[in-house]
C-alpha cells in the first residue's frame, strides 16, 4: 500500500472513531474562565461609552477649525421713488464675505474641555467593565452555592427515605409507631419543598450570569470547590486604591472640564475680531471693494461674562464636593465590606473546626442510640436535618465571605 492510502486509510479510522465516540460533556464552569469570559466579551454599556468618548474626543478636534465663513449677497442704494436699479450711479449688486475669528486660546480651552469629557466617559466604561466582574463573581458564587446546597439536601432526602423504610418496617412489624411513620412523611414533603425553591435560585443565579457569558457557559455545572480570588490589598494601599477607583478618576475628569469652563468664560471678556470684504457692481461706473475688520466689544460684563465665570467657578466647586462626597461613601462601602469579610471567615472557622464536627458526632451517637433503643425516631430525624442545616450554613458563609471579598476586589481592584 502507498503512503497516500496509508494517509488516508488512518485519517478514515480517526474520523470513524470520532463518529462512535459519544460527545463528551463540558467541562465544569469556573469562576476564573467566567470573569475571562466576560471580559473578552464586548458589552454593549462599554461599547455605547468608547462611541461616546470618541464623539466627544472628535468635537474636540472640530473646535479648533475656524467658523464657517458667511456670505452676504445684496442690492444697495436702490432708489424708492421708481425702484429702478439703472436710474441711479450708486445702485450697485453687493457681494460680502464676513469670518469671525476666535482666539486661538478659546478654541484650544474648548478642545481641552472636550477630551476632559471624553476621558471622564472612559473612565466610566473601566466602571462598567469593574461592575460586569463582580456581578459574574457574585452569580457564579451565588450559583455555586446553590448547586452545593441542592446535592446536600438531595443526599440528605435519600437517607430520610431509608429512615422512612426503617420505620415503615418496624410499625407494619409492630414494633414502631405509626407518628413515626408520619414524621418522616412530613420532613419528606418538607425536603421536597425546599429542593424547589433551592432549583429556583439556582435558575436565578444562572440567568445572571448568562447576561454576561451567555447561555451556554451559565448552562455548564460550576466547577465543585471554592475558587481563590486576587489577593486583598492591604490597609493602607487599600486607602490609597479609593483614589484610583474607575467613579473618582471619572469625576477628576469633570472637574477638570470645569476648570476648562472657567478659562472659557475668563476668555470671554476678551474681544472676539472679524474681518469683513465686500464687493459691488455698478452698471455705468467703477465697480468698487470693501474691507474692513470688526470687533465684539464686552461692554455688559456684569450681566453676561461675570454671570457667566461665578456660575462655572460654582460648578466646579460642585464637582469637587461631589468627588468627596464620593470618596466618603467608597471609604464607607470599604469598611462595611471588610468587617463583614474577617467576621465571615471567623464564623466559618468556628463551623469547619467544632460546630461540624460535633453535628457529626451528635447524628452518629443519635444513630446508635436508636439502634440501641435508647433514642427515640423523631431525634434521629432531628439530628439528621440539624447536620444538614449546618452543612449548608457553613457553605453560605463561605461564600457569603468571597462575595463580600469580590466586592472589596470591585472597591480597590484585583491586585496584580
Not at 93 to 100: A, E, S, T
Not at 184 to 196: C, K, P
Not at 244 to 250: E, F, G, L, Y
Amino acid at each position: 500500500m502507498s503512503m497516500p492510502a496509508i494517509a488516508a486509510f488512518a485519517a478514515a479510522l480517526q474520523l470513524s472513531t470520532a463518529i462512535a465516540q459519544p460527545a463528551s460533556e463540558p467541562s465544569p464552569l469556573s469562576l476564573a474562565e467566567a470573569v475571562l469570559i466576560a471580559g473578552q466579551t464586548e458589552d454593549p454599556a462599554i461599547g455605547s461609552l468608547r462611541s461616546r468618548a470618541v464623539a466627544l474626543e472628535r468635537a474636540g478636534e472640530a473646535a479648533m477649525a475656524l467658523p464657517d465663513p458667511t456670505l452676504r449677497v445684496g442690492l444697495a442704494n436702490l432708489p424708492l421713488s421708481n425702484l429702478d436699479p439703472n436710474s441711479e450711479a450708486m445702485t450697485q449688486m453687493q457681494v460680502g464675505v464676513r469670518q469671525v475669528i476666535p482666539s486661538n486660546a478659546s478654541r484650544h480651552l474648548q478642545r481641552e474641555r472636550q477630551r476632559a469629557q471624553a476621558q471622564g466617559v472612559l473612565a466610566l466604561g473601566g466602571l462598567e467593565q469593574r461592575l460586569i466582574t463582580r456581578s459574574v463573581r457574585l452569580a457564579w458564587l451565588e450559583a455555586y452555592y446553590w448547586e452545593q446546597a441542592g446535592e446536600l439536601t438531595r443526599a440528605r432526602r435519600e437517607e430520610i427515605r431509608q429512615l422512612s423504610e426503617v420505620a415503615t418496617a418496624l410499625f407494619a412489624s409492630g414494633r414502631g409507631n405509626s407518628h413515626d411513620v408520619i414524621r418522616v412523611d412530613l420532613e419528606t414533603a418538607l425536603l421536597d419543598a425546599r429542593q424547589i425553591e433551592i432549583d429556583r435560585q439556582i435558575g436565578t443565579a444562572r440567568a445572571q450570569l448568562a447576561r454576561y457569558v451567555g447561555a451556554a457557559a451559565a448552562g455548564r455545572d460550576m466547577l465543585p470547590r471554592l475558587p481563590v480570588l486576587p489577593a486583598l490589598p492591604g490597609g493602607d494601599e487599600a486607602l490609597d486604591a479609593l483614589a484610583r477607583h474607575p467613579s473618582v478618576m471619572s469625576r477628576n475628569a469633570r472637574i477638570e472640564a470645569s476648570e476648562r469652563e472657567i478659562d472659557l468664560a475668563l476668555e470671554a471678556y476678551n474681544p472676539v475680531w472679524s474681518v469683513d470684504a465686500g464687493y459691488g457692481v455698478r452698471g455705468s461706473r467703477s465697480d468698487v471693494a470693501s474691507i474692513g475688520v470688526s470687533v465684539q466689544m464686552p461692554i455688559f460684563s456684569q450681566r453676561r461674562q461675570d454671570e457667566s465665570v461665578a456660575g462655572a467657578r460654582q460648578m466646579r466647586s460642585a464637582e469637587e464636593l461631589g468627588r468627596r462626597a464620593l470618596l466618603l461613601d467608597l471609604r464607607r462601602q470599604l469598611d462595611e465590606d471588610w468587617i463583614r469579610f474577617q467576621r465571615l471567615n471567623e464564623t466559618a472557622m468556628i463551623y469547619e473546626t467544632g460546630v461540624l464536627e460535633r453535628a457529626r458526632e451528635t447524628t452518629a451517637a443519635v444513630l446508635a442510640a436508636y439502634e440501641n433503643e435508647q433514642a427515640d425516631f423523631a431525634e434521629l430525624v432531628r439530628s439528621e436535618l440539624a447536620l444538614l442545616d449546618i452543612e449548608l450554613t457553613l457553605i453560605r458563609t463561605r461564600v457569603d465571605a468571597l462575595q463580600a471579598h469580590s466586592r472589596i476586589l470591585f472597591l480597590t481592584g484585583d491586585v496584580q
